[in-house]
């Protein structure tokens, strides 16, 4: 069973459609984040919520709006997507003392 | 604030040499520390962890030590396989505040 799962691994979207990303997570965990990883690689935490109140959001475009229907799942609606969106998008939960990261949504903007 | 800093990458080496990735880190207090890798194309897994000062991680032939005077925790194996080809992240994490904050992340290329 995998115990962060996100859909759908691979997105191409044209330039100003809007488009959503879903996480859940069967470990029991409060806490689920949203990261994005850019071209570079380089990995930045985007939201955290903690049973499903928003705790971390970190200067984020408001094109971005996680929703977190219950304390399992947290997705990412995004508004209106510029190229820049472009690139890897993790969501992760926090266990004790660990997070562990789903298998990513590679997002292409055209 | 808060800070990881990695060595650059990409480092490239021979079949069954030694790796060192150099991992030193900033921060206020004493937050647990991890090792992450991504192989191409796939998510971040978890390598190893060390939660406490002189803590050793390991994990499929990695090793690291949580080195708080040297506010350090590189990444060593002693003999690296082709399959090892991968980018590594090192990580802290506050037990108190919850976020994982990233180095720029070591990409590691094993040629045979």
């Known amino acids: 069973d995998t115990a962060v799962s996100q859909t759908p691994k691979y997105l191409v979207t044209q330039m100003g459609n809007d488009k959503s990303i879903k996480c859940e997570q069967n470990?029991?965990?409060?806490?689920m984040y949203w990261y994005k990883q850019d071209s570079k690689k380089f990995l930045k935490i985007m939201f955290s919520y903690n049973n499903k109140e928003l705790i971390i959001n970190e200067t984020v475009p408001n094109r971005f709006s996680p929703k977190s229907p219950d304390k399992a799942h947290l997705n990412l609606h995004i508004n209106s997507l510029e190229l820049g969106d472009s690139a890897v998008y993790f969501c992760a939960s926090r266990g004790q003392n660990t997070i562990y990261f789903g298998e990513g949504s590679w997002l292409t903007v055209v | 604030g808060n800070s990881v800093t990695q060595m650059e990458g990409p480092v490239t080496l021979s079949e069954e040499a030694f790796l060192t990735i150099n991992c030193t880190y900033t921060?206020?207090?004493?937050?647990?520390l991890f090792w992450y890798v991504q192989y191409p194309g796939e998510g971040l897994q978890l390598l190893l962890k060390?939660?406490?000062?002189?803590d050793k991680g390991s994990n499929k032939g990695f090793e690291a030590t949580y080195r708080k005077e040297t506010t350090s925790f590189h990444l060593e194996k002693g003999s690296v396989q082709v399959s090892d080809s991968a980018v590594y992240f090192c990580a802290l994490l506050y037990n108190q505040g919850g976020k994982l904050i990233f180095g720029q992340g070591t990409e590691l290329s094993v040629k045979p």
């Open positions: 921060a206020t207090g004493y937050p647990s």
């Open positions: 470990l029991g965990h409060d806490t």
């Open positions: 060390a939660t406490k000062a002189d």
